[in-house]
């Protein structure tokens, strides 16, 4: 109990530094507006990638249409707050709730008869979904159809980009390591064991896919507030395989492993901006290298843990011989 609440603490610390610290970057100026917006997509990457890691890297299940939950809550959020008098940081909240339960719905929608399916038939059943859900915004008079919806207010910013990730990583990272959580990774290893236990796992399936919609449309409201403008060719099928791509990269299994590749894979074409014509081709490369040589990816199914850390620390310097030769 100790530990546990040792480290409770030294990672809300850690949480509060890394704010502050980015916060005085910002009024210092050395983090100016451009460097922003990568900060702010970083968040954006990472509520992304950490709820994809639940329906695939937990619950075992290749969605291919992560874009089109992101899309439904952005435009859902979006409209929403056309139609509130709020104040804004209210409005925003209130929007993002909106626009996280109506993908939340949409995720039970496509989960109920695509999670009877398994491998590549579920990756065509919800990678069918965001290219409807694509069609549909495109021929919809309230979404703005082909043109994208304009005049969004901007709503978003650092503060609630920073906060609202901590938040649905907290709790992603407490549901997994629940009893629910043990049902979800159950199903993922073997689901006619977990079912023969007596594990509801149609429950827990829909459930696990369904939270990771949700999550994922309250990311597409923060991308619709920030970027004032949406366009239905932001969340197409490049986009959905993007966000597989970072799950991949940092781990299936691991929530700082996305939140490292996210981190990574939205520096590094910036990176490569100066080299404009071949920076798909470095990115590509890169990619294909990590997967031939860390197939699992970064963190594999592991978490990276500052408390592990410190242990590891402390076991080095008290097995450090001291100068009559012994260990202290």
Known sequence: MKNRLKSYFINIGAIIVIYALLTLLMKTGII???YEVIVISI???I?????LNLATGYLG????GHAGFMAVGAY????CTAHMNLPDTLQLIVSLLIGGIVAGIFGILVGVPALRLKGDYLAIITLAFGEIIRVIILNLKITGGARGLKGIPLLTSF???YWITVIIVAIIYTLINSRHGRAIISIREDEIAAESVGIPTTFYKNFAFSLAALFAGIGGGLYAHYYTVLDPGSFDFMRSIEILIIVV???MGSLTGSIVAAIVLTILPQLLIDFADWRMLIYSIILVIMMIFRPEGLFGKK???LMGLLNIKQKAINTTPNSHGRSE
């Open 43 to 45: 968040g954006i990457n």
């Open 32 to 34: 100016n507006s451009y």
């Open 76 to 79: 859902v959020s979006a409209i």
């Open 159 to 161: 503060n609630s980009v």
């Open 47 to 51: 509520i992304l990638a950490v709820s």
């Open 61 to 64: 299940q290749l969605a291919l």
């Open 303 to 305: 978490e990276f843990s």
């Open 249 to 251: 990269l940092g781990g």
